[in-house]
């Protein structure tokens, strides 16, 4: 493996935070002092730059505070595994998206995982453990069904990627059943796609979503 030496420069995080209006206030200096057509294009190429800049670290910065409190959510189900001896997921306001309906059926998975957990956990019948992870895999089809209708019915549009995250959900989950069946299931794979790519992932941004758009 070859190590390369990185060619850029890095600017100072103070200039960094700047730039946006450094832009803005280069491009009103440019309009002002040259009043012609190029002066006006330029002028506006610099407004514009700043715009982009400003909404583009602004979309990131919301995107890493997602993911920061995915990995926090994460972090307190592990921590719940270590205090009680076994992993439990735990319903907070968090997760909470202002239609009943909806909070009604992540409630109603939060408790099917768990049992599922806690089944797994106890060293439960292959027979039992395997009629739970089927179960969440029908409420998960169901919710995502009614998901999908009340944001349709409610006048919005479904994006494209929320369609292609339930098929993937559910595909995955679909992979976990046959794993298990086979005896080629880790536990840690299936608490992960619980914990993690399910409700801190997942439920949680589908609720933000709602009480964003819905």
């Given at each position: 493996m070859f190590n390369k030496q990185s060619s850029y420069i890095r600017i100072p995080d103070w200039l960094y935070e700047l730039l946006p209006y450094?832009?803005?206030?280069?491009?009103?200096?440019?309009?002002?002092?040259?009043?012609?057509?190029?002066?006006?294009?330029?002028?506006?190429?610099?407004?514009?730059?700043?715009?982009?800049?400003?909404?583009?670290?602004?979309?990131?910065?919301?995107?890493?505070?997602?993911?920061?409190?995915?990995?926090?959510?994460?972090?307190?189900?592990?921590?719940?595994?270590?205090?009680l001896g076994q992993f439990k997921l735990f319903w907070g306001n968090d997760y909470l998206s202002g239609n009943s309906l909806i909070d009604t059926q992540h409630k109603h998975i939060f408790d099917a995982c768990n049992a599922l957990m806690t089944a797994v956990e106890n060293n439960q019948p292959k027979i039992e453990?395997?009629?739970?992870?089927?179960?969440?895999?029908?409420?998960?089809?169901?919710?995502?069904?009614?998901?999908?209708?009340?944001?349709?019915?409610?006048?919005?549009?479904?994006?494209?990627?929320h369609r292609q995250m339930h098929s993937k959900?559910?595909?995955?989950?679909?992979?976990?059943?046959?794993?298990?069946?086979?005896?080629?299931?880790e536990m840690g794979d299936l608490f992960g796609f619980i914990g993690y790519e399910l409700v801190s992932t997942h439920i949680a941004n589908e609720a933000k979503m709602f009480m964003e758009h819905v």
């Open positions: 450094v832009y803005a206030v280069s491009g009103i200096i440019v309009i002002t002092v040259t009043p012609n057509e190029w002066g006006l294009f330029s002028g506006f190429m610099f407004l514009s730059a700043a715009i982009s800049v400003f909404f583009m670290r602004r979309a990131y910065r919301k995107a890493r505070k997602r993911v920061q409190a995915s990995e926090e959510r994460v972090f307190q189900l592990e921590t719940e595994k270590t205090k453990v395997e009629f739970l992870l089927e179960a969440l895999i029908t409420d998960l089809s169901h919710h995502f069904n009614t998901e999908e209708t009340v944001i349709t019915r409610a006048g919005s549009l479904i994006p494209i990627e959900l559910l595909a995955r989950a679909e992979v976990l059943l046959e794993q298990y069946r086979r005896g080629t299931l």
